[in-house]
């Protein structure tokens, strides 16, 4: 289980966070400790395309960030899904409160 980050350009000021192909209670410590700086750019996008799983607390990881973000106004991209994640992102109505790419 690893959690990377990497800057981009374009858009300006963006990090990327890829999350592991399990995303669940048990990666909640590398979340934490390598995530909560990086939320403070001006775009945030987590980059799901090796997530094969997420359980109840990856989906409320995704929250706390999306909180932390949303006291200035911004929402969290989620991209590169796979239709099994999606479905459940979209059966717990996630799409409110963040910005669902392909």
């Not at 939320?39 to 395309?49: A, C, G, Q, S, V």
């Not at 929250?63 to 459940?88: F, P, Y």
Request: charged share 30%; with cysteine; proline share 2%.
């Amino acid at each position: 289980m690893t959690i990377t980050i990497r800057q981009k350009k374009e858009p300006i000021d963006t990090v990327v966070i890829t999350l592991p192909s399990e995303f669940k209670f048990n990666a909640w410590k590398e979340f934490m400790d390598k995530c909560e700086k990086e939320l403070m750019h001006n775009r945030i996008e987590f980059d799901m395309r090796q997530v094969e799983y997420i359980d109840s607390a990856g989906l409320g990881m995704l929250l706390w960030a999306q909180n932390i973000v949303d006291t200035s106004g911004r929402k969290i991209h989620i991209m590169h899904c796979n239709e099994r994640v999606k479905k459940l992102i979209n059966v717990a109505h996630f799409e409110r409160f963040f910005i669902l790419e392909h």
